[in-house]
């Protein structure tokens, strides 16, 4: 079952990719009408239920996998990272799907991506949820350093994962401020036929509710072993 899933997902991508790119693309440089506005909607109504559904089937394995991942808590390297990889998928379902929707809607809908050099979009494409983006930072950041740096055994066994813990419990209300967030900057980019980059970067990355699956399974393990999918487990006592 396992090669089978990784088999579908590897050609999941290696088929909506492209299509996405080849869409993208005719969108840009045709003057056709029936390509620009006919053919491109289609597709990218197609990629629409393409992308939810291989999201789903990705992350209901990413789920089976889990189990293992945490009563191994995550000592087991490439079963914790192969558990994640795919419940990555939960991060991205609603975001893709939702970009293509808005594509269906307006195949010139603005998405802006950050390149050297180009002006910075007021609110950036790229990241995992709005205000859980910011929390996550902080808090991994302290909980890494607690458990990697810091000289204190009881700052890098108990702290750290009273951290992790930390994030646990907050991270089902932080995604649900994000989610609420999301359905108010979709809307609005609904209701303005994509043409506000910042109400569409602000909802592809808050419109996240199913990335509590990845958080729950992610903090859990960490919580057991804050130094799950690391090379090397710990520090010397």
């Not at 991060?91 to 050297?116: D, G, V």
């Not at 204190?152 to 907050?170: C, E, I, K, Q």
Request: charged letters at 25%; a positive charge.
């Amino acid at each position: 079952m396992g090669k089978a899933i990784e088999g579908f997902r590897n050609i999941s991508c290696s088929i909506a990719e492209p299509i996405a790119d080849a869409l993208d693309t005719m969108v840009r440089e045709n003057k056709s009408f029936l390509k620009t506005h006919l053919v491109a909607r289609f597709g990218y109504l197609g990629l629409a239920s393409w992308s939810f559904i291989t999201r789903i089937l990705d992350t209901a394995y990413g789920v089976i996998l889990s189990p293992g991942a945490i009563i191994t808590g995550g000592a087991y390297t490439p079963l914790f990272k192969r558990t994640m990889a795919h419940l990555d998928s939960a991060c991205k379902m609603f975001p893709r799907s939702y970009f293509f929707l808005l594509k269906t809607l307006n195949p010139h809908a603005e998405f802006i991506e950050e390149k050297p050099g180009a002006e910075t979009p007021r609110i950036p494409l790229k990241g995992d949820g709005f205000i859980a983006q910011f929390v996550q930072e902080k808090l991994k950041e302290v909980a890494d350093r607690l458990s990697e740096k810091d000289r204190s055994f009881f700052n890098r066994h108990v702290t750290s994962r009273l951290t992790y813990l930390l994030l646990l419990s907050a991270m089902p209300v932080v995604r649900l401020a994000d989610t609420l967030i999301g359905l108010i900057a979709a809307l609005a980019s609904f209701a303005m036929l994509g043409k506000c980059a910042s109400c569409n970067h602000l909802a592809f990355r808050a419109l996240r509710p199913t990335a509590l699956i990845k958080d729950t399974i992610y903090y859990t393990v960490k919580v057991i072993n804050p130094w799950a999918g690391k090379k090397k487990e710990r520090k010397d006592f």
